[in-house]
C-alpha cells in the first residue's frame, strides 16, 4: 500500500521537504524580539511601532504577552523583522 511521503517522519521519507520559502520559518516571537531590541533598542522600537509596551517599562515578557493576543500589533512586528532580515543579507 503507497503512503505518502509528507505523512511520514523526516526519518522514514525517501525524499526531503523542500525548505520553508517563509522568512519566519522556525523563528519564534521571543526571538524577533530579541534580535529587534539587540539591534534597534526599546526606544526606536517605540517610535517605529507605537505601542505600549514598547514604550512604558518595556520588556521581553510583557511584550510577548501582548503580541501573543493583539494579532494586528504581531504582524507589524513581524514585518518589521523580515525587513530587517532582508536588509542584513543584502548589505
Do not use: N, Q
Not at 16 to 34: E, F, Q, R, V
Not at 53 to 72: A, D, N, Q, V, Y
Request: glycine share 4%; proline share 8%; charged share 30%.
Amino acid at each position: 500500500m503507497p503512503t505518502d511521503d509528507k505523512a511520514l517522519g523526516p526519518e522514514e521519507r525517501s525524499t526531503p521537504l523542500p525548505p520553508s520559502k517563509d522568512p519566519l520559518h522556525g523563528i519564534t516571537l521571543a526571538m524577533m524580539l530579541d534580535e529587534l531590541v539587540a539591534v534597534y533598542g526599546w526606544e526606536e522600537m517605540g517610535r517605529t511601532i507605537r505601542i505600549r509596551c514598547f514604550t512604558h517599562k518595556p520588556s521581553i515578557s510583557s511584550s510577548l504577552e501582548f503580541l501573543r493576543k493583539t494579532s494586528w500589533a504581531r504582524k507589524k512586528v513581524e514585518d518589521w523583522y523580515r525587513v530587517t532580515k532582508a536588509r542584513s543579507t543584502t548589505s
